[in-house]
Every structure is written in C-alpha cells, then in structure tokens.
C-alpha cells in the first residue's frame, strides 16, 4: 500500500532467484540489477479500471521474459513493455488496455444537484483551466470528477479533467518521489480520453512526456505544435522563445509560469524574481512560487523559502481560514511596518489555531490534510490526488531545509536540530522522513554507524527511488573499499527504481563506481541519454569519451549553440576527464566567459581547466579580470573564487600574495578558504596562526577528512609525527580503504616529496605506533609503490604485522616494492629467509594476485607437495592463463601435470583453464556460494584470456555477487573490473586496445 492514501492497487514483481542453478548464475545477477516498468505507467493501468469499473483494482504485476516485460491485472496479462520503454511504448500500453474496457463502466449513481453538464458548468472547468494556477485547476479538477460520478462520461469531459490533471502536474513538487500519482492519474485520463473516441491530444501529451523525463519524444511532439504554443518553448527548452511568449502582454498564466518553471530548473533566481515581479504577480500567493525560489537551489534565500513553505501548504489547505491575504507576504515580504506586524500577528494565530509547538508543523498538517482529504470522491480527481500534490509540497519542503543543513551548509549541529523538530510526526510519511533523516545526520555526524543506513534500505516504504538512492551514496561513502554491503544496497536500491529515464540514469552511475559492471554501465547510460540527452549532458560527454567517439568530443566541445548551462555541464566533464583535447575545451570556456564575462560559474571551470594543465599565470588572469567585472550569484562565488586565486599563488610558491587573496574570505568560515589559508599560513612561517586556524576549521567541520588532513599535513610539516597520527586515529568517521590509498596517502606523499623519504617513513612509523589498523597502513606503502617510491614502500610495508595468512599480504607487498628497489635477485632471498615452509604454499595465492612467476615455481619448487600443493598447481595454471598460455615457458609442466590430475576440485578447474574440459563440467562443481564465486573467477579469467571481456566481466560481477570476499577469487575477481573500470573505457575498446 502507498502510505499517501489507501492506493487501491499494488504492484507485483516476480522474485528474484537467490540461489540460480551454476548455468543461470549470469542471468540471476542481470536480473537482480533490472529495472521495472516505470511504476507511473503502472499505477496508470491500475486507474484506468478503477476509473472504468468503479471498483478496488486487482494487483499489477510484471515479469521479465526473454527480452521484454509482460504486463498482468489481475491474473490477465493485457500486454508487454520493452527492457527500456519509451513514452510512446507507455502510451501504447495505456491505449490497448483503455480500449479494451470500452465501453465505459455500468450507469452511474443519480447526479448530485450541482451538474456540470449544463454548458455553463463545462465552461467553468475551463476556466479553471485557464487560470491554470493550482488553487483554481483544483477546483476545476474536482468539478469535472463530480459530472463523471453524475454520469456524464464523454471524451469531452476527459479532456478537459485531463488538462486540469496536467496543470497540477506541471505545478506540483516532489523531491521524495511521494507524489507520483498525479501524473500517474494524468497518463490514465489521456488514455481513456483517446479510447472513448476524443481527438488526439499532442498538446497535452507534449508536456506529459516532458514531466516524465522523455524529452526526446517531448521535443518530437512538440515539433508539430504552433511555433507561438508555449508548450512547444517549454518541451524544446527555448527560454527565449518562452520569454518572447510569456512577456507578451496577453499572454496566459500557463505561459508564464511555464518561464518561471524554467528558470527555476536552470537555477537562475535573480532572472525569476525580476519576471514575477513585472509580469506575474499573482503567483506569489501560490505554492507553485515557493517551487521555483526552492528549484533554483541558491544559498541564501532556500532556508527561508523551505521554513515558511510548510505554513503556506497549511494556510492553502485551512477551509476557513482568516486573512489568507497574507500568504503572498511569506515570500515577497510585508512592505511597511504595519503589514509586517499584520503579518506576525496572523503567524501568531495560525500557530495558535493548530496548537503549533516548537515549529512542528507536521501533525497539524496530516491533521488538516486528512479533514480536505475526507470531502474528495469521484473517480477521476479523489482524495489520493489531494494528498499526493499537498504532501508533496510539505515534505519537499522539509527535504530541501534538511539538505541546506546537511549539505550546503554542512551544519552538523543544524541537522541534528533539525531531525529532533520533527517530533511527533505520525505514521506514514512523516515518520518515515523523520526516520530517514535521522539516520542521515547521525551517520554524517559520525554518531551511527553506516550499517544502520542499509537496514534503512528496506524500511522505506512511503519514500520513493530518490531519497533512496541519497542514502545510498550516504552509505557507499562511508563503507569500506570492496565492501560487500555496497552491493546489497545497490540491489535493494535497484528494487526501489524503475525504467524511467533519470533511474536509468542513477543505476547507470552506480553500475559504473559502485558496481564497475561496465556492460551495465553502458546499457542504462546509452538508454538514458537516448531518452534525454539535454537532461544529461554530462552523460552525454561521459559517453561519448567512454566510447572513444573522438568525432562526438570535438562536437560537444564546439556545439556551443542552445543552453549555456547545458553546454558548461558537457565541458566540465569533459575537461574532468582525459581524452578531450584541453586547448578546444579552453577555446570553448573562453566563449562563454565573453558572452557571460558576469558569470563565476563558467570561470570557474576555465580555471580548474587550467590550473590541472599547469598555466597559473593565465588562470589567475581569469579570476582577477572576474573580481573586476564579475557578479556573484551566491553567497559563495566570491569565497570560492579567491580560494582559487590564492590556491593559485600557493602552486607558485608566492605565499603572501596567496593570503592577501584569500584573508578577506576566511571570516566566511566556508571550510575550503580556512584550509587554504591555513595551509598558506604554514607556508610563509606563520605556523601558530597556521595551527589555530586548522585547529578551528577541524573544530567547524569534525567529520571531514579532507579538513582533518590538512591540519594533519601541517604537523607532519612541523616534524610533530605523533601529533599528527593521534588526529588521524580520533577521526570521527572510519576512514576506509580507498580513503587510505587515495586520500590519506595523497597527503602524506605529497607533504613529503620523493626527496623526503625518510621523514614520510617517520611519519609513517607514528601512525603504525598509534595501533591503526596494518591493512589500512598497508594502502599507503601501496601507494608509494605506485609513486614510484620503491625503498619507502619496502621499509613501510615490512614492519607491518597481521593474523593468519592476512600477512602474507603484507609480506608479498613489502617482496615486491624490494624487487622493484634492488631487483629479484636481492628480493628472493629476503623472502625466503622471512617465510617458514608451511606458508609456501598458501603463498601462492599472493603470487597470483601480483603476478610473480618466480615464487610459484622458483620459491616453491618445480614439485610441490603437502597440504595445497593441488591449489598451487592451479595459480600457476591461472597465472599461465592470464598472462598468456601460448608463450608460457611453463606451459609443458603444466600439461604434464594436469593430463593425469583429475582427481581434485581444482585439478579439475585447471584442466578447464588450459583447455582440456569444457565449460559445462566447471559449472557443475558451483553447488555451494564458496564453490560459485570461485568457478565464475575462473570461467571469467579464460574468458579474459580469450579477449572476450564482455563474458569476463559477467563472471567476475557473479563471483563478486556471492558476497565471498574472504576468497581470494572474490579479491582477483573484483581486481580485474577494478582495472577496467580505472581505464575508463568501454570494453569493447579494451578489447581492441590490448588492455
């Protein structure tokens, strides 16, 4: 049940097989990452029988087979949907199954006395219509539900009821994916309208297909509408086409608020707030002018829209409410003294009326929403429609107040302030949202751990796939490198999603960091973008360098024609990127700063794109020209654009010129001018100041890492090591893995150049005598390694000590950086000295790993015996295998051996390696979750080895999927897609590449 109103429907998916026999193992995992029909279409199905048979819907259901979706009510399949339908795939659906229930349902009950069948009632829907604004297509909306219940059932009165639906939709605003039934209700007044005989609708369907994020087919559609028809403006993304229509002196409210609506979306405030107040006053008593000041996203006007939107929402909904007049002044503000203490006097009271305590709104809010909700009946606008579009409104409201908390002002305490105000939230949404935040502050603030998020995972239920997929990437930040949880939340995720083109979009994404499943990757992103590429460009550009589509590049790069914002989004990715020539992208930056020279944003991504290329003198240039002529458009571009400057400087070694740009910004406390500042500080001498200023900063921002380094760095800097690690090891939040290798190890190896190896051992030593983890400090001897610093990833990795075979892997990094230090011959030695005999063998499991041939064979002997001898046998088969079995000097041994070796499991599984069984008899042996992940390991290593990575990366994504990290398979399995992801090209190219 949908916890928004007692929804008569349910959609049903068939279950998932958890445990697939060995030769479906593959197509459980491509199911387990599927996504469902786009539920909209869905709940659709289950409104056209509502509103035809008046009566509780049966369940919907779908199942995947062979290619498509089969679509059921009830126990009835009524027709099939692509993996990834379009608009048109949906609107074919919704026609079949609307016209299979012509014609419409048995005689409807006597006509209440108020009609509007008469010409006169029709006529007052469509004025509702036109006005547009929500507080009249409501009205609208209800009147033409009440002649359908009266019996008036033609396409005329669907039409109209269609339209008012449409208008809600365009209006309502939903960052919690809870109001999905409005648009829902939408598809399925056009398809009955179009099954009761009405004319085609392209008008409406434009703007429907639009709202539902299949923009390509939007801008088909409205290619065959007037070229004046806003909606066409508004379909094609055309500001100025839809400023020319909606600045006309005639034009109607639907025109203008569809400019206010793009601007909103485009974040351009300033360009908003200037067009209501000439051109579309009236709106400012309306929630929809809330959405747009909220859509904009800018700094210093969200808390205020998000704090006053929930009384408006109340005010709106109150039946008799006194002086509503004053619902304008919550937005543009009382003008005088006596409107303001008119104002504060009204607040007073509708506080008191709804016995308002401490700010919670949320009680008072169900309260009046259920009293509205109760007087709603008629199949066509019910009581599920009020609901959907008020709560929508209420708890985005909430939702964009609790981000501005937790991420644009990252105010730890706020948050938690924030949360605790949502006492006495009843059940349903409210207490789910009340629930979901919570659980977000306290694992930002490091007072809960991660795992508390992905037992959130199943509990939400009135919340839709985009609070979800937050807490999501909440959880993947805070879980450890390789993390099995990450994909258990990313299939629980995956279940919450469905085929509409933003989740293709968002699953693509994680398929690409979280999962590395480059197949997938490329499936969701190419489908996504397909639907709508100017809702992705930077998916677009993603792509196109993913497909090593050079002609596609250089086109982005120079189509500098349409939206700028757009454009910028292509260029940022691009030049974020490798492969995009950097002299065109500075070409292309460049044309946009001379036609916005006011613009920070788009400096802004000149001077990253210079300053990672190394021309300073010129990036500084693009930030002093831009404090001369320059306009700030948030609170923070003048923050962050001496931040820059000053970073700038620093490169350069001018360290007093750098504080001169960056002091006027530190008292901003924006973390990024404190650290630079207090890096800079150090730089020139300051080192007290520099010490309080990255004491402060730390104190402001305890949870981050990146702060927490840079006070780190400098006492690394002061030589102060145990200062240093004793910070390090209070941090708040675990730090991870990939924190160790990428982000703690940046620091370290940056504050000590490759001429201070000694003090980064020093350094190095204190954290190991801080008792921090040896497999996180084993990241940063991995990391000097890939540096290029042999001798100090010996002398880091060879002190460290761990259980079991767990030092092996320290053993085998410490072998390899003194390889790489002082040669094989020298490395031999030390590692047969340091190993006694019965770890030899296991060892060979590592050697594997590292592509060492001279410890399986030289170390180990030509005849291995004893306990594994049959395992070492197979990584050297494995290790011939990967590296290539044509050319391999020990190819004959191997062939000796496993002619006669058949007797144990992994005699067997080498024999399939060189090629002396087939595949059917390895998938047999996979009857336990140990035995799959390591039979997929090895069916994706020969794939591999026969270049057909494709094949390769599905089995490697099994073996990952059985959650069996501690196998080494698991490790190698999850290794091999790490490389191909950190390529970052598709696999088809890798497969022509040799990589």
């Given at each position: 049940m ?43 199905v ?6 035809h ?6 369940p919907?259901g ?18 099939q ?16 199954t609307a ?19 008469t010409?006169s009632?029709?006529?007052k ?19 033409a ?24 939709c365009?209006?309502?605003f ?7 039934a409005?648009?829902?209700r939408?598809?399925a ?7 009761a ?19 390509t ?15 066409r403006a ?10 020319r229509?909606?600045q006309?002196p ?14 909103g ?7 908003a ?5 000439d ?36 005010i ?10 004053w ?5 543009a503000?009382?003008?005088t ?17 709804h ?12 309260k009046e ?14 009581a599920?429609m009020l609901?959907?579009?008020y709560?929508g ?10 981000r501005?908390?937790?991420?644009s ?5 706020d ?20 629930r ?6 306290q ?27 937050r807490t ?19 299939k ?14 968002i699953?693509?994404?994680?398929a690409y960091?979280?999962?590395?499943d480059?197949p997938?990757t ?8 397909s639907?709508?590429?100017h809702?992705?460009?930077e998916t ?9 589509n050079?002609?596609?590049?250089a ?18 990715q ?24 006011e613009?920070?944003k ?15 003198a ?32 620093e490169?350069e070694?001018r360290y ?8 006027p ?5 924006q ?18 100041e520099?010490d ?17 380094l ?8 002061y ?5 240093a690690?004793?910070?390090?090891k209070?941090h ?26 000694e ?7 204190a954290?190991?005598?801080a ?14 390694a ?18 079991g075979?767990?030092?092996l ?11 790489e ?13 340091l190993?006694?005999?019965?770890l030899?063998?296991p ?12 410890l ?25 295998t ?11 041994a191997?062939e ?10 992994y ?16 998938l ?11 039979i ?11 270049r057909r990575?494709?094949?390769a990366?599905d089995?490697?994504r ?38």
């Amino acid at each position: 049940m949908c916890a928004l109103a007692a929804v008569s429907y349910q959609l049903e998916a068939a279950p998932v097989k958890q445990a697939a026999p060995p030769t479906e193992m593959r197509a459980a995992v491509a199911n387990a990452y599927r996504l469902a029909p786009d539920r909209r279409a869905l709940r659709a199905v289950a409104d056209i029988y509502r509103i035809h048979a008046a009566s509780e819907a049966k369940p919907v259901g779908f199942t995947f087979s062979g290619s498509a979706w089969r679509i059921h009510y009830g126990a009835d399949e009524i027709g099939q949907l692509p993996e990834f339908p379009t608009y048109a795939d949906l609107r074919k659906l919704l026609a079949a199954t609307a016209a299979r229930l012509q014609p419409p349902a048995p005689p409807a009950p006597p006509a209440p006395p108020a009609s509007a069948k008469t010409p006169s009632g029709r006529a007052k829907i469509e004025r509702g219509i036109r006005a547009f604004v929500a507080s009249e297509a409501i009205p609208a909306a209800r009147l033409a539900s009440a002649a359908w219940q009266a019996g008036e059932r033609d396409a005329g009165l669907l039409r109209l009821a269609a339209q008012a639906q449409i208008a809600l939709c365009l209006q309502s605003f939903d960052t919690l994916d809870i109001a999905e039934a409005l648009p829902a209700r939408a598809l399925a007044l056009l398809a009955l309208h179009s099954a009761a005989g009405g004319a085609e609708l392209t008008r409406e369907h434009t703007l429907l297909a639009e709202l539902l994020g299949y923009e390509t087919e939007a801008r088909a559609l409205a290619q065959t509408l007037p070229a004046n028809d806003p909606a066409r403006a508004f379909a094609e993304g055309d500001k100025a086409a839809l400023q020319r229509i909606a600045q006309a002196p005639d034009a109607t409210p639907e025109a203008r608020y569809l400019l206010l609506s793009h601007l909103g979306r485009k974040r351009q405030l300033e360009a908003a707030l200037q067009f209501q107040a000439d051109s579309f006053p009236a709106i400012a008593g309306e929630l929809p002018w809330f959405k747009t000041i909220l859509q904009t996203h800018n700094f210093a006007v969200t808390e205020s829209a998000a704090l006053f939107l929930p009384y408006a929402v109340l005010i709106t909904l109150e039946k008799d409410a006194p002086k509503k007049r004053w619902l304008p002044m919550i937005t543009a503000g009382p003008r005088t003294e006596k409107e303001a203490a008119g104002f504060r006097m009204a607040i007073d009271k509708f506080r008191e009326r709804h016995g308002v305590v401490d700010g919670n709104l949320v009680a008072p809010f169900e309260k009046e929403l259920e009293a509205r909700a109760q007087e709603m009946s008629g199949a066509l606008f019910d009581a599920e429609m009020l609901r959907a579009f008020y709560s929508g409104y209420f708890y985005s409201a909430l939702d964009r107040l609790g981000r501005h908390y937790l991420e644009s002002l990252f105010s730890l305490p706020d948050a938690e302030n924030f949360a605790a105000s949502l006492h006495a939230a009843p059940t349903g949404p409210g207490a789910e949202y009340k629930r979901w935040y919570t659980s977000l502050s306290q694992v930002s603030a490091g007072t809960a751990n991660a795992d508390v998020l992905l037992a959130e995972l199943d509990k939400i239920t009135a919340l839709g796939g985009l609070p979800i997929a937050r807490t999501f990437d909440l959880y993947t930040s805070n879980a450890p490198f390789g993390s099995v949880g990450v994909m258990v939340a990313a299939k629980r995720l995956a279940a919450r999603l469905d085929s509409r083109p933003l989740h293709r979009q968002i699953l693509g994404e994680i398929a690409y960091a979280s999962l590395m499943d480059l197949p997938l990757t490329e499936r969701l992103l190419d489908s996504a973008v397909s639907a709508s590429p100017h809702t992705f460009p930077e998916t677009r550009a993603f792509l196109a360098l993913f497909n090593g589509n050079s002609e596609e590049v250089a086109r982005l790069i120079a189509s500098a024609e349409g939206d700028p914002d757009e454009h910028f989004g292509t260029l940022n990715q691009l030049a974020n990127s490798h492969g995009a020539d950097p002299k065109l992208l500075a070409d292309a930056f460049q044309a946009l700063i001379a036609r916005w020279p006011e613009s920070w944003k788009y400096r802004r991504g000149m001077v990253e794109l210079l300053e990672k290329t190394g021309d300073y003198a010129k990036a500084r240039a693009v930030i002093l020209e831009w404090l001369k002529v320059g306009k700030s458009s948030g609170v923070f571009d003048e923050v962050v654009a001496r931040t820059a400057l000053a970073r700038l400087y620093e490169r350069e070694g001018r360290y007093a010129e750098g504080l001169d740009a960056v002091w006027p910004v530190v008292p901003s406390w924006q973390s990024g001018a404190m650290e630079c500042a207090a890096l800079l500080l150090a730089r020139a001498g300051y080192r007290d100041e520099a010490d309080k200023l990255a004491a402060a900063v730390v104190d402001r921002y305890p949870n981050s890492l990146r702060t927490l380094l840079v006070r780190t760095q400098l006492l690394w800097m002061y030589g102060r090591y145990d200062e240093a690690a004793a910070l390090v090891k209070a941090h708040r939040n675990p730090i991870s893995a990939y924190e160790w290798r990428f982000t703690v190890a940046k620091a370290l190896l940056e504050t000590f150049g490759k001429t201070q190896d000694e003090a980064a051992q020093a350094a190095f030593m204190a954290l190991h005598a801080a008792r921090i983890d040896p497999f996180s400090l084993l990241e940063l001897a991995r990391a000097a390694a890939k540096d290029g610093r042999a001798q100090l990833a010996f002398e880091m990795a060879s002190p460290l000590r761990a259980n079991g075979l767990g030092q092996l892997e320290m053993t085998i990094t410490a072998y390899n950086a003194l390889k790489e230090w002082q040669g094989q011959a020298q490395a031999m030695p030390w590692i047969r000295k340091l190993l006694p005999p019965p770890l030899i063998n296991p060892l060979s499991m590592f050697a594997f790993r590292s592509n060492d041939p001279e410890l399986l064979w030289e170390l180990v002997g030509a005849t291995p015996s004893g306990q594994g001898a049959d395992f070492v046998w197979l990584m050297r088969a494995a290790l011939a295998t990967r590296q290539g079995l044509a050319n391999d000097p020990n190819r004959a041994a191997l062939e000796r051996y496993y002619k006669n070796a058949q007797s144990s499991q992994y005699d067997r599984i080498g024999r399939y390696l060189l090629g002396m069984s087939p595949e059917g008899e390895l998938l047999a042996l996979a009857t336990t979750p140990k035995l799959k992940c390591e039979i997929a390991f090895y069916a994706g290593l020969r794939a591999e080895s026969e270049r057909r990575f494709r094949d390769a990366s599905d089995w490697y994504r099994v073996a990952l999927e059985t959650g069996q990290s501690n196998n080494g398979e698991w490790r190698w399995a999850y290794d091999q897609l790490y490389r191909w992801y950190s390529n970052g090209q598709s696999l088809a190219l890798q497969e022509k590449g040799g990589t």
